[in-house]
């Protein structure tokens, strides 16, 4: 089946997110869509699942123009969307899951699970997903979610398979094992859209590139003529490296020591089990792995945010084990939070609110019991000019920046101070290549002024190319650890690591 | 890192900062559009009602001048706005305080009763302290009263994160219980009556009118002040002071609050008190103002219309000052009305509840009026 | 569990939930046990006679004579189910103990307030039956709602309306099409539920207490205006009960379940109706996906907005039917205000039931047991002040809602609006 988009233009508000976009996808090919976080990939393929309508275009199939009026017309033509965010229940099973929608049933509206489950497996047989149909869904890991994800598609009988950023969350390891899947549905004749933005992942698995960049096509190619430098320089628009400027470490006193931390979730599970690390002032701690091994968890317990159940954590030679939140921040501890929206900025307050968010107590800002908001507005003017937030009043709602100005805006509260150690957490997921260069050169400027920094990414790359050591955790444990001085590491042992394998050692400062 | 925060000089960049934006139109329609049109069409539905119910078009006109005449036709009528004003007003401040903490409070209603209970209660165990003593420590016995009680749903929530509303509801109707419970022991109960009504405030601790020197009916009492103070003090701790802040950011987005190390569960239940404090001083200055003594029910419902009186003042003090007197006038004029035009007073309730559905549907307003907005003022961003 | 035991064998504390939770369970029992020896005590001399046939029915039983000393037993039971959770328990083990703990504690509490009297037990059961339904349909109008998704504080409202209606409509239509009418218009209130919080995105619980003051003002005005006058607008037929055949001579268990009036069997049928469509159809699988993922329902063409709407729509409807219970099976009559808050009992009742159907119905039936003792303790002349016991239900709610007792699980996107893309 082929799928064409003719001149397909969507906008939201002021915001142009498709400008014209014409593309063509075939059956039997995997068809690479590149492009920046906000470059408008996910869009327009909301638009080609029916979720979205444009504003102006059309969507022609096998030479007939069609319209969706919602996300069933495009299930119903044949064209199935794996979201980036999993689209399931998780209190259902896969069979609940897979079948919901389109459910088999008997009298009475009666559900014949029995059917679906039968199903379920007849799928699993045919593109060896093994999944299985009983389990629920909260109680299987990311990857197999994702393995379910791609058989609700295929139960449905879906020829047009869109994949909205899939190796998020996978080891680099699964991420082979996932292509494997993706080439056994193009030997099917399925058409595949493969959404990333990641270089060598299109390179490895498309058959044809389209880049986007600002809501329009930047670029076709063949991945055969192209290097990952052509492919950068037609998403961003100008040459871009992707390497950080970095003079070596110059580690010197211990400034985070965590020894044995133990964390429990609500559920008396392990989340973090025995862990023990050491951030040094001058040098960058990376912490590498899969989403949902115990990272947050760790940062949560850095920061005071949960109560560990054993253990000890030693910030700059005083025991904060069980010091407050407020106490740690004193001290010199910067956190940037993993999700800003939800945890480092009020969307409907001030910047200059949000710039206070934790230090609005501080002598500094207050008189008596009030806070004094002419001083705070004064200091805020400054942080945003320092950290290069563009926006054109301090009294502007924080909801109304873009998200790099945002995260600059959060980056700037927790640095602009004495600190001693920092704390990023994904510091650069879903921004622009500009902003992500912006906040990697601060906190490298934060490393070579003295602090300790410890950096959470699911990035690799990006852990790969700021870290000075490099720490994996898999299941809430560390399960290695190796030195990352001038980009040392091998990468590939690093992604087995993530995957649970356990790797060398190669310093001693892990337990 | 290093830098220099503070006293330094802040270069044309920065400067350029400091300018404030303009308030935006969609912002007026927000706050002045939307709740005049609601105010507009619960009248007209409120008078369609009238005609369901087979009274006549004179009679209806009559009503609405009653309303009029009523809320702010003589001095009489203003005194009694006022009057009907205070408790609304005080207990409204508990509530939009509790909204802008991100707390639904719906136990205004019993904080009240036992305030204005533990007020009664207070002044005649003392009743040989002298005139402004008595009072202001039966406000304050009153206040106390309040905030212990929604403090449960506060600690409530603070340690086991039971939802307030249904906390709060729940403690309302074990107040009622509570109530009745109290009214009749002997200590409590009126000498020599069977039914539960309390003993009387002393003369001392009563609220004194103000005008009785014109009029001995003027009904209007200190409690005024006590209204306005408190609408200055939750302004000031809503926005100026430390507390207030943290507030605020834990009613905006609890988890941001959380991560900047603001205590979620003392805000919680800070908040929460302050809450009960306000609706028990709403209920110690109906008891000690306007009633004299605690009954069953005393409250009158003051409790739930607070609710719709916050959200109709957008849970900012001035707003909820603004909508209490609108509200004290409905209630005024509706007596007026039941008395002119024989219409039952009942009807004032359903014109506040018409009141809220628009005001906090502005969607529905917009729906209903499309000509009294700008075109696409809330469009859709991505 | 693991990890707790193999760490301690190191000597090293990890401060873990459950046992946390077990040993709060723990001193709760261990508490009860000390009330029941201390202030339920009973002479041994006594016995309480608990009366388990009235002289009328087919076949008649003898009365269950209770010595004094049962409660020593319940006492010893307490104290030892207590320790036992105080010394290893897991969570499972502490909501068993808990239930059976209250159990206990329930028939102490009457062995007590019986002793030396008799009792007709069998007349509280179908009292406490008749009392929870009202509850138990509240309840089931908010498990109908809450699984997809939408907080209904508006079921006090619906019942008002349900009631005034059936009032209204039964007077002058007679009571069947009261009976009907009471449930469109409960429906009603539900469709402007709904269209208050899908359409228009107003708040659900403001839009929830609007809708109660609402009806309040709309229901008191009409019978301050209207009634008060024309008193034949106010006075329809009551259904009466109906003994199924057979089964309604079945001891004890008969009067409560089978010799009731329509409003009873309505509700256990209403109650079995939506387990099976909730749970083991389509339309109710779709309903729960839409309060647990809305986003994931839609992407898979299933239309959020209608399938809430037509669920709070039917939570109105049995609202409604509910709220008939209270002129059309019981006194004929409106009053202003009669519901007197069992709607939000129900709403606690749903809690308490864990938005199940057969959870609300077993919370309602505790509920109403509370209810119909009260009415009867005033008989027995009891120390505690009725209106403590009127309290329980209440307290037992919040102690519920905060998860003491083990926590339930709402549905995940339960409050939140869902804005289409």
Known sequence: MDVELRGITKRFGTVLANDNVNLMIRGGEVLGLLGENGAGKSTMMNILSGLYSPDAGEIVIDGKAVAFEGPGDGIAAGIGMVHQHFMLVPVFTVAENVVLGVEPTGALGHLDLKKARAEVEEINEKYGLHVPADALIEDLPVGIQQRVEILKVLFREADVLILDEPTAVLTPQEVEEFFGIVRSLKEAGKAIVFITHKLHEILAVSDRINVLRQGRITGEGDPKALSEADLAEMMVGRPVSFTVDKAVAQPGKPMLEMRNVVMLDDGDDLVLDHVSLTVRSGEVLGVAGVQGNGQTELVEAIAGLERTASGKIVFDGEDITHASVRERHRQGMAHIPEDRHRMGMIATFTIAENMVLNSYYDEEYTRGLSVDWGHVQETAAAFCVDFDVRTPSVFLPAGNLSGGNQQKMVVARELERQTKLVIASQPTRGLDVGSIEYIHKRLIQSRDEGDGVMIVSSELDEIMGLSDRIVVMFEGKIVAEFDNTAGSADRNAVGLAMAGASGETTSGAAA | ?382 | MTAATTNAASGEKIDSGKARQARITGGILIALALLVLFVLDVGTGEVATFKLSRPRDAIVLGDLVVPGSFNLLVAALLAFLGVRQFLRGGVRWSNLSIGIGLALVIMAFLVWATAGKSFSLTGMLQATMVRAVPIALGGLAGVLSERVAVINIAIEGMLLAGAFTGALIGSLLGSWLGLAAAVMVGGMFGMMLAALVVTYRMDQIIAGVVINLLVLGLTSYVTSQVFAHNRSLNNAQVFRAWKVPLLGDIPVLGPMLFQQNLFVYGALILVGVSTYYLFYTKGGLRARAVGEHPRAADTLGIDVYWTRYFHVTLAGMVAGFGGAWFTLGSVGRFDENMTGGRGYIGLAAMIFGRWHPVGALAAALVFGFADSLQQKLALLNTPIPSEFLAMAPYIATMIVVAGLIGKARPPAADGKAYVKE
């Open chain 2, 1 to 382: 890192m290093t830098t220099s925060i503070g006293k330094r000089a802040l270069d044309d960049a920065g400067r350029a900062l400091l300018q404030r934006t303009a308030r935006g139109r969609s912002e007026f329609e927000d706050l002045v559009v939307v709740p005049v049109f609601a105010v507009i069409v619960a009248l007209i539905l409120g008078a369609l009602i009238m005609l369901a119910t087979g009274v006549d078009l004179p009679t209806i006109g009559k009503s609405f001048v009653a309303l009029a005449v009523g809320s702010v036709g003589s001095l009489n009528a203003l005194s009694e706005t006022l009057t009907a004003s205070i408790p609304l007003v005080l207990a409204g401040l508990g509530l939009g305080l509790g909204f802008r903490a991100g707390l639904f409070n719906i136990g205004a209603e019993g904080q009240l009763l036992l305030g204005g209970t533990a007020a009664v209660v207070f002044s005649f165990t003392f009743p040989s302290l002298p005139f402004p003593l008595l009072m202001i420590l039966s406000l304050i016995a009153g206040a106390a009263v309040g905030a212990l009680y929604a403090s449960i749903a506060g600690i409530l929530k603070a340690t086991t994160g039971a939802h307030e509303v249904i906390s709060t509801i729940m403690l309302n109707l074990i107040s009622y219980r509570l109530l009745e419970y109290l009214l009749r022991q002997p200590y409590i109960q009126k000498e020599g009556r069977s039914d539960p009504i309390s003993k009387s405030v002393p003369d001392a601790g009563q609220l004194p009118r103000l005008l009785d020197w014109i009029d001995p009916n003027l009904r209007l009492h200190a409690g005024v002040f006590v209204m306005l103070l408190a609408v200055a003090f939750v302004w000031w701790l809503l926005f100026r002071s430390k507390i207030g802040f943290a507030f605020r950011a834990s009613g905006a987005n609890p988890d941001a609050a959380r991560y900047a190390g603001m205590r979620s569960g003392l805000v919680i239940v800070a908040a929460m008190a302050t809450a009960g404090a306000l609706a028990g001083l709403a209920g110690a200055a109906q008891v000690q103002g306007v009633l004299g003594r605690a009954s069953p029910g005393f409250s009158a419902g003051i409790g739930f219309d607070a609710i719709a009186l916050a959200l109709l003042g957008r849970s900012h003090p001035v707003g909820i000052l603004l909508a209490g007197l609108l509200f004290g006038g409905l209630e005024a004029g509706g007596r007026q009305m039941q008395v002119d035009a024989g219409v039952s007073i009942d009807l004032i309730g359903i014109i506040q509840a018409l009141i809220i559905v628009f005001i906090a549907a502005p969607l529905l307003v917009r729906a209903i009026f499309p000509w009294g907005f700008r075109k696409d003022a809330k469009g859709g961003k991505a």
